[in-house]
């Protein structure tokens, strides 16, 4: 069976795309186990506590070795809270 050209144009532009995608690729940044971690604060929405509306922050740290994340509520975002 023939291809046709629109299904070489297609094939075509299918590995331009993917050379392009190993172009823009980014080397990972590695660190030794226990040295590194990202820790940002984040607010989830809103929680109703005795008919009073409080927002719901919650802290975020991923490792940077192992990718493992931890996440802690809060009702508050003061550090000292946590």
């Known amino acids: 069976m023939k291809s046709s050209s629109c299904q070489r144009d297609m094939a075509a532009h299918m590995r331009i795309v993917a050379l392009r995608r190993v172009r823009m ?43 493992k994340t931890f996440a802690a509520f809060s009702a508050d975002t003061w550090r000292f809270n946590l």
């Open 25 to 67: 690729s980014t080397r990972r940044f590695e660190t030794p186990p226990a040295k590194q971690a990202q820790c940002d604060w984040s607010e989830l929405g809103t929680i109703v506590d005795n008919g009073v509306e409080l927002s719901l922050p919650v802290f975020v740290m991923i490792m940077g070795y192992s990718r």
